[in-house]
């Protein structure tokens, strides 16, 4: 039940069968990556991986077989959102699939083909078709949106809004306007969630909120690898944060945006300067779960104590051999606990030594 699984008490069998569709998330964006690779690498657990990108990343190398995915501007597509400035793209594709790519419509359809399921999955619609038809949902909902030929054909649409302000209709009358929760109020603590949690099975050191607090408030719980829990090995924080140079983990494979967006460790000059480590020098950042070697930056706009590591640079070690992560990625040093109640990942909270390479 805490691990998500619905309709049942536990899954009878592990997880055998697996489509990783464009994303680097088998490792580089999973955290603790050499405890990743044991996992995959044990084809007594998982025993195929279907591997779908349009570049050879990191993920790729643990799937069976993989196949081609088409890039955005090879096909169809639709994104909007919207705030206070909405703006939607109608994307046609500038040039035809070249070999025998597919989309993942297509794949998908062919699958349902193999499980004679396909009318049912397609309805009988083409990817297209159903792109245009959920577009025409949204304009049953908004008729000021253009119709589906002059989306097409401007390409990109904007709207201006007037400011939204959030929960207007509570702010204005709770009363008569509650919210969706149990007390019809913004609540600070959930006895909602906290009855969720019924019966779930913790590790050692895992608490929830309210558990050993009387009246049930909200609380302050460290994590196992954070400030407050360095020691005379690791006796740094380590953080993360999202860089200039990479969306996550996307384009962080070009040499060109690598060699002006560098990946570096950001340690204060106290620390650096007791470490003898200059701007520039080439670092090895380490703890219980693994190793990675990046260039140092040394600058006073992180505090000291703490090391700063941006997040999505690409895993590159020898697996077979130290597994020292020369792509400096920070989930080679991440541990794959989770905070207990919502799950959250822990790429923000760890602990590290760092020394010259």
Known sequence: KNAGVKGVEKLNTGIKYMINYAGNCLTNQHSGINQAHDVLADESKCEFILGIDTVM?????????????????EQSSQIATGSDWGYMITGTAC???K???KTA?????MFA???GVQDQFTEGKTEDDWIKSIYETSREKDDQLPTWDEAVEMGVYTRAY????????FRDDPVANPLETPSGKIEIFSAKIL????????KDGDTLPGMNTLPTIPVYIPEWYGVENTTTEFPLTMTGFHYRGRIHSSWGNIEELKEVNPQEAWINPADATSRSIKQGDKVRVKNEFGEIELLAKVTPRVVPGVVAVSQGAWHDADMAGDRVDKGGSINTLTTQRPSPLSKGNPQHTNICQVSKA
């Open 95 to 97: 040039t035809a699939p």
């Open 113 to 115: 083909e193999k499980f």
């Open 195 to 202: 009855e969720f949690t019924d019966g779930w099975e913790l």
């Open 57 to 73: 990343c990191d993920s790729m190398k643990y799937a069976d077989i993989i196949l081609p995915d088409l890039f955005r501007f």
């Open 99 to 101: 070999f025998e790519r």
């Open 162 to 169: 007037k400011p939204v302000v959030s929960m207007k209709k």
């Open 105 to 109: 419509y297509e794949m998908a359809s």
